[in-house]
């Protein structure tokens, strides 16, 4: 019975969480010398990657469930002259997004890259283009279902607030990615949102952000869609998720089971169940 082993083996083989946040393959993945941030597993939960910052530089690993084990986690996007960081899967899974800072190339700071899978591996890099990415920085990517993207910039900060980001989405039409529109005033402040994932079906969004009541350098807030199609206004997750440290980077594993986000420098997960406590 094939799909009963894959369950067992599916998210590293690891021992998944109840309401009580864990660090997520600790040891494997969350290692107590290297910063791991930006994590992604495939729709089938055999395949997982992830950004680790050495030292100031990015570069993303990748990790497969080859029969009943998981490989070694290895390098699969790394430079010398920049880094990798922020991936996500496009809902086909036929493109790994990053973002990275290239002087001379792109559109200037941080733009959205993205590659495709080829026969052999990945693609050479590919930018997502001026309806995207901006002369300023764009993090972090999630889709809808649909293909809707949602990124943050700091393309529209006034001069000397590099630190106000927003979040906006860019709708996919014909394989063209749309104009991007910036969320309203229930997600969207003067100060800094990025680091947002979209639900697939858009009934939530979660996201950054560094506000004056939040507990640390950076928490993580929650909003739902109402019945109107506008979303409620964005609350602090407060603990156990957020912390007197930086929280960022969340995902919601395809499945819609488990919220995984980084927190002081590791990886962390949680029973999505946890939202509960946040609906209006």
């Known amino acids: 019975s094939g799909p009963a082993v894959e369950q067992d083996h599916k998210y590293l083989k690891q021992k998944t969480p109840g309401i009580a946040p864990e660090k997520f393959a600790p040891g494997l993945i969350s290692l107590p010398d290297e910063y791991e941030f930006g994590s992604v597993f495939n729709a089938a939960g055999t395949a997982f990657f992830y950004g680790v910052d050495l030292n100031g530089k990015s570069e993303i690993r990748y990790s497969k469930l080859e029969g009943e084990q998981w490989t070694a986690p290895k390098v699969i996007l790394s430079s010398d002259k920049h880094g990798y960081n922020d991936p996500f899967l496009s809902p086909d899974e036929q493109r790994l997004y990053f973002i990275s800072e290239r002087s001379g ?22 930018n997502a283009g001026p309806n995207i990415n901006s002369e300023r920085n764009e993090y972090y990517i999630s889709f809808t279902k649909e293909g809707t993207m949602y990124f943050s910039s700091n393309k529209n900060a006034p001069e000397g607030r590099d630190g106000n980001f927003d979040i906006y989405y860019s709708e996919s039409k014909d394989g063209e990615f749309q104009e991007a529109v910036v969320l309203g005033d229930a997600i969207n402040t003067s100060r800094y949102e990025a680091d947002v994932f979209i639900d697939p079906d858009e ?24 019945a109107d199609g506008s979303w409620s206004q964005a609350q602090n997750m407060g ?42």
Not at 106 to 121: C, F, H, N, P, R
Request: charged share 25%; glycine share 10%.
């Open 105 to 126: 190339e792109g559109y200037g700071g941080y733009d959205i890259w993205y590659v495709e899978k080829t026969a052999d591996g990945w693609s050479q890099d590919i």
């Open 203 to 226: 009934e939530y969004i979660i996201f950054c952000g560094n506000r004056k009541e939040g507990m640390g350098r950076g928490d993580l807030y929650i909003a739902f869609k109402q």
């Open 239 to 280: 603990a156990p998720i957020n912390s007197d440290k930086h929280e960022l980077c969340p995902y919601v594993t395809s499945d819609g089971k488990y919220f995984m986000y980084t927190s002081n420098m590791d990886l962390y997960w949680v029973s999505t169940e946890i939202f509960e406590q946040y609906r209006p």
